[in-house]
């Protein structure tokens, strides 16, 4: 079977749905989680809609898409020169994708562009190479094969000259629980740009790459020195070179990797697949960063420092803050990934030392390393910073969810603000103004 014609005919869809949903209770439980508490009990059928939908390009063929869709341009007849549909090169860029990484089931983002040269005198629906490309996106994938895919799918349907295809990836990288907090050093994406080409395109070095690259090139969009297929690098996906050891118990951990091996088998897919061989396995590593446990945040050291005895005013207070404190979680209602910054700011007794940076990111994590949502951090953050100097603090949590962009609503970019005042932030307009411009003022890590 060609790729034109590569898909899943739907069979029993209600039931695999609810293969998925029973598989996700067992992963909840193993993170030792109520699957019938509040937030959680609607969870396995949102997770399975989302997978669904993150997947359906196993339904999908991408002739059906094609056919039909191409349209008569005959474009020069001197045989002097390239146009319309003798020749002349054709692209769309930025396409906005995203897809399932297959190595270990996380959502990743792409940005894709496609050129073909079109030929026998016929053009196709432009809108068509992006409806192709999304066919391919979603199912479990690699950026390599994706290109590959999507770049023989058009080959075949509109049989032009040449086509290209090249995709710009971004994969979260996501941080082990172990790390504690974040250094500098710490790389929040991996990015990764392939192409693959086929006719014209064929050879790396043909004039007509050059052409393509300089088309996306004067849109600033750069991709000639990272466009290169190489077989023999590194897997891109930053879970091949976790050595985590899972800490749970070995029972536990085969009941959940046995959950989503069948959950990989209800989407369609073979877990004996070459890409797929680890991958359970993969899967629960990561989840398992999330285990709800009994542990206590323990914060050392002095909260504040010690006053200055030289320091003139010592009953005034003063405000201070922290901002772009990096933390990651796990959306409790999808089992997706969010992550973002956490600006803290509050008032203190003039003439002491700050709050160490290290204790509040030590607050952040904490909260940070569960099943969560954005609101309940916020105001988890804020009321344990509150305990500690006993009032006035402002919380502002900024974060970018995969779950807008896995469940069919597609808003890649979005971000997501939440706030919480206590004490004095939630009555002085002055105080909670100057907080914020601070935040303005100050670059995003």
């Given at each position: 079977?060609?790729?034109?014609?590569?898909?899943?005919?739907?069979?029993?869809?209600?039931?695999?749905?609810?293969?998925?949903?029973?598989?996700?209770?067992?992963?909840?439980?193993?993170?030792?989680?109520?699957?019938?508490?509040?937030?959680?009990?609607?969870?396995?059928?949102r997770v399975a809609k989302a997978l669904r939908e993150g997947t359906r390009g196993y339904r999908q063929k991408a002739k059906d898409i094609v056919q039909g869709a191409l349209f008569p341009e005959a474009g020069l007849n001197n045989g002097i020169g390239h146009a319309g549909g003798v020749g002349g090169l054709v692209i769309v860029r930025d396409l906005d994708l995203f897809s399932y990484c297959e190595s270990c089931l996380l959502p990743f983002q792409v940005k894709?562009?496609?050129?073909?040269?079109?030929?026998?005198?016929?053009?196709?629906?432009?809108?068509?190479?992006?409806?192709?490309?999304?066919?391919?996106?979603?199912?479990?994938?690699?950026?390599?094969?994706?290109?590959?895919?999507?770049?023989?799918?058009?080959?075949?349907?509109?049989?032009?000259?040449?086509?290209?295809?090249?995709?710009?990836?971004?994969?979260?990288?996501?941080?082990?629980?172990?790390?504690?907090?974040?250094?500098?050093?710490?790389?929040?994406?991996?990015?990764?740009?392939?192409?693959?080409?086929?006719?014209?395109?064929?050879?790396?070095?043909?004039?007509?790459?050059?052409?393509?690259?300089?088309?996306?090139?004067?849109?600033?969009?750069?991709?000639?020195?990272?466009?290169?297929?190489?077989?023999?690098?590194?897997?891109?996906?930053?879970?091949?070179?976790?050595?985590?050891?899972?800490?749970?118990?070995?029972?536990?951990?085969?009941?959940?990797?046995?959950?989503?091996?069948?959950?990989?088998?209800?989407?369609?897919?073979?877990?004996?697949?070459?890409?797929?061989?680890?991958?359970?396995?993969?899967?629960?590593?990561?989840?398992?960063?999330?285990?709800?446990?009994?542990?206590?945040?323990?914060?050392?050291?002095?909260?504040?420092?010690?006053?200055?005895?030289?320091?003139?005013?010592?009953?005034?207070?003063?405000?201070?803050?922290?901002?772009?404190?990096?933390?990651?979680?796990?959306?409790?209602?999808?089992?997706?990934?969010?992550?973002?910054?956490?600006?803290?700011?509050?008032?203190?007794?003039?003439?002491?030392?700050?709050?160490?940076?290290?204790?509040?990111?030590?607050?952040?994590?904490?909260?940070?390393?569960?099943?969560?949502?954005?609101?309940?951090?916020?105001?988890?953050?804020?009321?344990?910073?509150?305990?500690?100097?006993?009032?006035?603090?402002?919380?502002?949590v900024e974060a970018s969810h995969s779950c807008m962009v896995s469940r069919g609503i597609e808003k890649l970019g979005s971000n997501t603000a939440t706030m919480a005042l206590l004490g004095r932030f939630s009555t002085d307009d002055t105080a909670k103004t100057m907080f914020l411009q601070r935040i303005q003022n100050t670059p995003t890590s």
């Open positions: 079977m060609g790729v034109l014609d590569e898909g899943h005919v739907e069979v029993g869809f209600e039931q695999e749905t609810l293969a998925i949903e029973e598989a996700v209770k067992v992963l909840l439980q193993g993170l030792g989680e109520d699957i019938n508490g509040e937030g959680l009990s609607k969870t396995p059928a894709c562009h496609v050129g073909y040269v079109p030929s026998g005198q016929c053009v196709v629906g432009l809108s068509k190479l992006s409806r192709v490309a999304d066919v391919f996106a979603k199912r479990l994938q690699d950026p390599q094969r994706l290109a590959d895919d999507v770049c023989s799918a058009l080959n075949h349907g509109i049989k032009p000259a040449g086509v290209a295809v090249v995709l710009q990836c971004l994969h979260i990288h996501f941080p082990n629980l172990e790390l504690g907090f974040l250094d500098s050093t710490h790389q929040e994406w991996v990015k990764v740009s392939v192409c693959s080409g086929k006719g014209l395109f064929e050879n790396a070095k043909a004039t007509i790459w050059s052409d393509f690259l300089s088309l996306l090139k004067f849109r600033g969009i750069n991709v000639e020195k990272t466009c290169t297929r190489d077989s023999t690098g590194p897997c891109w996906c930053p879970s091949q070179s976790s050595s985590a050891l899972i800490p749970c118990k070995i029972e536990t951990v085969h009941q959940m990797v046995t959950a989503v091996t069948s959950i990989l088998r209800s989407l369609g897919e073979d877990p004996l697949r070459k890409g797929l061989v680890g991958t359970p396995n993969r899967y629960v590593r990561w989840l398992l960063n999330f285990e709800k446990t009994n542990m206590e945040l323990k914060l050392d050291g002095d909260v504040c420092g010690k006053m200055d005895p030289f320091q003139p005013n010592c009953n005034e207070e003063e405000m201070h803050s922290e901002l772009n404190l990096a933390f990651w979680s796990q959306c409790e209602h999808h089992l997706l990934p969010f992550h973002g910054v956490v600006h803290i700011g509050y008032f203190c007794t003039k003439g002491t030392n700050p709050i160490a940076k290290s204790i509040l990111q030590s607050i952040v994590h904490f909260y940070g390393f569960k099943l969560q949502v954005q609101e309940r951090i916020t105001r988890q953050v804020a009321e344990t910073v509150s305990s500690l100097l006993g009032g006035d603090v402002i919380v502002v």
